[in-house]
């Protein structure tokens, strides 16, 4: 308790000491801001990346693909083998008894983007068979395709960064494509895809078969686990697997999130330990300046451990609003503003997201640095002893 009343009577005078030399506290203030600042950038990316994963796909629908593929895009199967996936026991019914399947074809274009470089976008052919599965608030269109017709559906989002998208009509794959509507997917993935009349983008694939995956939509929702014991018990889908639709998606973009994270965690060291020199030296400079004062607490009988205590907190807090105040600035500027970054085989565009997981691990490195910063000079100051600190 001796100990706990020395250090609220230190911090009351170390907060007064700020205010008389507020340029001590500023050159502190400097590098938890630039930190703190950058690490909420930096973690914003994965934390919206990760936002427009867990919005795509329905927990009913399942994926099958080919077992060797990486993705949908790079995946084939036959008319044979979804012919078979049709009659499975766990595949959904619908009102007049045909299965619900919607067998999807996938391509990639390169589109000029808005600030004239190329970018990659994903082209999803689908029919009437997709729209079926589909929940009406997981996906809405303006307008669906009228069947043979070169057409496509995207979204704002898309059109943003790709303004010929805004037109009624744009070349694509060498063609003219009229623009059916718009679609919203919830700030999913599928925000980030051209959705294509099927027939009309297989004709300009010279692929009049293909199929690339087929979306399945479950008897019942616990039925996946069954749907993959029976595929897996048929020879004729060795070559097929299959997953949640979910899932699926979880894993694709997953790599990609823990990849920017791990760019975001290499930068906050390297950032980290700038300002942990950065504060270390201005602490140094602080406390060289204190040292007679703080001498003269000691021999006043103030505790050491409840100066070096003292001044922990001091920086922890000057650190904890500095990175408060940055983190808010940072979130007025950036939160929900549009991002591109690319994925295997696509570009994915989501929004900056600086939620509370955010906030809370840039508080939390900001206590680290707090630490790291302060700890040799308060050592060089209490190891010098009593009779160095007062020594002028």
């Known amino acids: 308790m001796r100990t706990t009343g020395q250090v609220r009577q230190l911090l009351i005078l170390l907060f007064s000491m700020h205010r008389s030399r507020p340029y001590d506290a500023l050159m502190i203030v400097t590098g938890f801001a630039l930190a703190a600042a950058t690490l909420t950038v930096m973690l914003s990316i994965p934390a919206g990346i990760d936002r427009i994963t867990r919005q795509t796909g329905q927990s009913d629908i399942a994926l099958a693909m080919a077992a060797n593929a990486v993705d949908e895009s790079s995946s084939s199967l036959t008319q044979e083998q979804v012919a078979q996936l049709s009659h499975l026991p766990q595949v959904a019914l619908s009102a007049d008894g ?3 399947i919607a067998p999807q074809f996938l391509a990639t274009a390169r589109l000029p983007g808005a600030d004239g470089q190329q970018g990659t976008v994903q082209l999803r052919g689908i029919d009437s068979r997709t729209w079926s599965l589909l929940d009406d608030e997981v996906v809405h269109a303006t307008a669906r395709f009228e069947p043979g017709q070169r057409q496509w559906l995207g979204s704002a989002t898309l059109a943003t960064q790709y303004p010929m998208l805004s037109d009624t009509a744009a070349e694509l794959l060498g063609s003219t494509w009229g623009r059916a509507g718009l679609m919203e997917a919830g700030g999913s993935i599928w925000e980030s895809e ?17 199929v690339s995956s087929v979306w399945i939509k479950l008897k019942a929702p616990g039925a996946l686990d069954e749907l993959i014991s029976a595929a897996q018990a048929d020879p004729r889908l060795e070559g097929v697997r299959i997953m949640g639709q979910m899932d699926y998606y979880q894993q694709q973009m997953g790599f990609l999130t823990r990849l920017v994270t791990a760019a975001a965690l290499g930068v906050s060291l390297l ?28 021999a006043l009988g103030f505790n050491p451990k409840a100066i070096a205590l003292a001044v922990l907190v001091d920086v922890a807090t000057i650190g904890l609003l500095t990175s408060l105040a940055a983190t808010a600035l940072v979130r007025a ?22 939620d509370s997981g955010v906030v809370a691990a840039v508080l939390a490195y900001t206590v680290l640095l707090a630490l790291l910063g302060a700890a040799l000079p308060l050592h060089r100051t209490i190891s010098g002893g009593l009779a160095h600190g007062l020594k002028r």
């Open 194 to 210: 051209l959705w294509l009349e099927q027939s009309a983008l297989r004709a300009a694939m010279n692929r009049p078969s293909g």
């Open 98 to 100: 045909q299965p619900q």
């Open 271 to 298: 950032l980290g330990a700038g300002a942990a020199l950065a504060i270390t030296t201005a602490l140094d400079m602080v406390l060289d300046k204190r040292r007679h004062q703080l001498a003269t607490l000691w």
């Open 333 to 354: 500027v950036l939160d929900g503003a549009g991002f591109g970054t690319s994925g295997a085989s696509q570009a994915v565009y989501a929004k900056f997201v600086i």
